[in-house]
């Protein structure tokens, strides 16, 4: 099965910064990544498919890059409402597979 | 609307057996691939199982692999999670998610889950 690997598990952030995760596949997976927010005790929400395509409905301040192997999630502007744990899939195969999670947490 | 809505989850024994329902609407659902992904507490995301449009390919994740049976009724708009040999480990809250499309395996839309645990 492919590995995702997100980077970091978790990190502080204020409102109104720039944040950037990342996820490492450990096999090129082209572009066919996604990222999911989830925030407590609801389902996760899809953001980004095809390493960079906004799902319909997402602010325009969360952006994704990549293809290959390694890719980012970027929220250019962090709101109040983005304080939530992301995660990344790889669809190039079955197995799929997401990466561990990033925990966004209010500095 | 798209909508997912899980059941049947609750409370089960170790080795004991339990059948999960997602019931869609705001959608042809005999058109979609469907999944079941996993949760376990305060841990990430599990994919478990998928099924095509018809049914008739089905995968499996290794760790469910001989004890759990996914199936579809899309004359009811359901999809299934038949559970046996139930584990500790298989503890977690179960969502149904539909795929995007035949050729995007990501999941556009996810019901609310539905927990299951497993103790004696």
């Known amino acids: 099965a492919i590995r995702m690997t997100q980077s970091p598990s978790s990190f502080s952030a204020s409102t109104g910064d720039r944040v950037t995760i990342t996820c490492r596949a450990s096999?090129?997976?082209?572009?066919?990544l996604a990222w999911y927010q989830q925030k407590p005790g609801k389902a996760p929400k899809l953001l980004i498919y095809a390493a960079s395509t906004l799902q319909s409905g997402v602010p325009s301040r969360f952006s994704g890059s990549g293809s290959g192997t390694d890719f980012t999630l970027t929220i250019s502007c962090l709101q109040s409402e983005d304080f939530a744990t992301y995660y990344c899939q790889q669809y190039y195969s079955y197995a799929v597979t997401f990466g561990q999670g990033t925990k966004v947490e209010i500095k | 609307e798209v909508q997912l809505v899980e059941s049947g989850g609750g409370l089960v024994q170790p080795g004991g057996s339990l059948r999960l329902s997602c019931a869609a609407s705001?959608?042809?659902?005999?058109?979609?691939?469907m999944n079941w992904v996993r949760q376990a507490p305060g841990k990430g995301l599990e994919w478990v199982s998928y099924i095509s449009s018809s049914g008739s390919t089905i995968y499996y994740a290794d760790s469910v692999k001989g004890r759990f049976t996914i199936s579809r009724d899309n004359a009811k708009n359901s999809l299934y999670l038949q559970m046996n040999s139930l584990r500790a480990e298989d503890t977690a809250v179960y969502y149904c998610?539909?795929?995007?499309?035949?050729?995007?395996?990501?999941?556009?839309?996810w019901g609310q889950g539905t927990l299951v645990t497993v103790s004696s």
């Open positions: 998610a539909r795929t995007s499309s035949s050729w995007d395996d990501y999941f556009d839309y």
């Open positions: 096999q090129g997976i082209s572009s066919y």
């Open positions: 705001g959608f042809t659902f005999s058109s979609y691939e």
